[in-house]
């Protein structure tokens, strides 16, 4: 890959929109890291006569984490567990043109902590309910 092409998380936008209504929420104003884990399960289908095994495919399924630095109660009072809603994470920022990742997510964790010699963080965490709205490839109209 070209250097040209490498690009760091300072532009990513993050927007939670809950569902039934509220919102949306710009969660990236004080994030510190976001990571989506794409996951495909498969089942063993090996046969007792073979000796190399073999799998087929089952189901696909997308964990997140967001850190954000503890402060604006708002925002994180709308982002709880069990919440339900839809995720846009814009990678490159949100202008026309640029990618974006979109699904529906249900909020499954929320961790605070309170270092005695650091910034206080908290990280929301959940999982893809359902298919991918835009995936990799997609663009911001």
Do not use: C, H
């Not at 809950?18 to 399960?41: H, I, V």
């Not at 963080?121 to 490839?137: K, L, Q, T, W, Y």
Request: aromatic letters at 12%; charged letters at 20%.
């Amino acid at each position: 890959m070209a250097y040209a092409d490498r690009f760091t998380g300072r532009d990513a936008t993050f927007v939670f929109t809950p569902a039934g209504g509220g919102g949306p929420f710009t969660l990236s104003g004080d994030f510190t890291n976001f990571s989506m884990d794409y996951k495909q399960d498969v089942v063993d289908v090996t046969a007792g006569n073979e000796q190399d095994r073999r799998f087929l495919t089952t189901l696909r399924s997308l964990d997140w984490t967001l850190s954000v630095y503890n402060g604006d109660e708002t925002i994180l009072a709308n982002v709880k567990v069990g919440s339900v809603g839809q995720l846009d994470v814009y990678p490159k920022g949100n202008a026309s043109g640029r990618p974006i990742r979109s699904f529906d997510v249900i909020v499954t964790s929320y961790q605070e902590s309170y270092p005695f010699d650091n910034v206080s963080e908290v990280e929301i965490g959940g999982v893809r309910n359902g298919p991918m709205a835009s995936d990799i490839g997609a663009t911001v109209p």
